[in-house]
């Protein structure tokens, strides 16, 4: 779960609020009622709010609206949806960010929604469809991320602070990946330090752990190292033993990279150290996770240099992509990768939505019937005669008559061997 502020859209007034991100100034707000929402379930939901499905009612163009949770708060959730809009805003052009069509307001409750480019799944369900993905397609989707991070980082130098497969959205085909949800993200050219505490945790870099003040983009960096690792293979590279405890996150990601001293991190050596890490090993094993058939020796550089403890020595994105991993030629978001993806695993996934968690419910609702009562197959039967009676022209021996399956009109007939019948007769 990400961590850091996130208020809720409550009730206000319709004044017009203004974007306040990188650049300030004026935005037209529009209405949610020029969008036809789809019957689908959310895209997605967490502790912000839920993302949508709609259709622009004139233009017919699909899109993702994202509405914020009520709770009261409408400035600071204007704020937040505000600042997450002029991001976006400030991105573009960026293929590899979800574009934003702008800030719309509800006319039922007045909450703000932001409505982006419809992409696809995220990168989490994508992965859980599949066996770990090959390292020829990591790669490609490594440049594009790293790509889209780098020019992110550049003229507005917009750190986005929660990378992670749930925030990475997956084009059709499996073309090209993009980061979204920047609802936590910041500028270094007008945040304040000491910068905030926030993200998800198992993607955290050790600085933002530790609580330093004055971290940089090198905390979305590492997170694109836990995405890799994740995408070779389908696992959270550093799990802790208990949730949301940053002591323990250290200590799994000290138990892979090994305990940071006085050469490999003078900065971390010579602050206090918690007790709990004294036994850490000091051997980074990051190597025996990832083995050549895995991942290349060019592939685990670029993976190392982006998973190094110490920020002052973990590559940029601008230095990783200049790395030999990526010289061949890569794929292009117009090649289909599709053919290379790994086959989808048929897997039956249930969502449980809490009653009442959004105004709009566009919630699958699933109903657990009793099973069937088997039906009669309509087989062919054999009925055994009994012999007849001494005298007569037929042996004793039994005699095995098959009686053709009923029509369907006639189930409840009584049948008579046509033996009998003529003997009657």
Known sequence: MAVGKRPAAGHGTDQEPEISCCKRRRVRIGTTAAFEFDDTPCLDEGSFGAVLKARHRVTGKTVAIKVLRSNGDLA???????????????????????????????????????????????????????????????????????????????????????????????????????????????SLKTARKPYDYAGTMPYMAPEMLLGKPDYDAGVDVWSLGCVM????????????????????????????????????????????????????????????????????????????????????????????????????????PTDDVSKSLPPVRNVLRIKIVPAGTLKKKNVLRIKFTAAAAPKKKNLRRIKVIPPATPGTKESLLQRIKVIPPATPQMKNVLRIPLAMWNKAM
């Open 76 to 186: 600071a959730a204007n704020k937040e949806i505000q600042d997450e809009a002029g991001f976006l805003e400030a991105c573009s052009p960026n293929p590899y960010v979800v574009g934003s069509h702008g800030l719309f307001r509800d006319p039922e409750t007045y909450n703000l929604c932001l409505a982006m480019d419809y992409v696809g799944p995220n990168l989490h369900a994508f992965l859980s469809e599949r066996p770990p993905l090959p390292e020829a397609i990591v790669k490609a989707y490594m440049w594009q991320l790293l790509t889209g991070a780098n020019k992110m980082h550049g003229k507005d130098r917009i750190v986005h602070r929660d990378i992670k497969p749930q925030n990475i959205l997956v084009g059709e085909g499996g073309k090209i990946l993009k980061l979204c949800d920047l609802g936590l993200a910041m």
């Open 229 to 332: 690792a994740e995408m070779l293979t389908g696992e959270t590279l550093f799990k802790a033993d208990k949730k949301d405890d940053r002591t323990s996150q250290l200590s799994a990601i000290f138990r892979v990279l090994g305990f940071p001293d006085e050469t490999t991190w003078p900065e971390f050596a010579a602050a206090e150290v918690p007790r709990v890490f004294y036994n850490a090993q000091q051997h980074n094993t990051l190597g025996n996770l990832f083995p050549r058939e895995t991942l290349s020796h060019d592939g685990f550089q670029v993976l190392k240099g982006l998973l190094e403890c110490n920020p002052a020595r973990r590559l940029t994105t601008a230095a990783a992509l200049q790395l030999p991993w990526f010289a061949p030629k890569l794929p292009t």
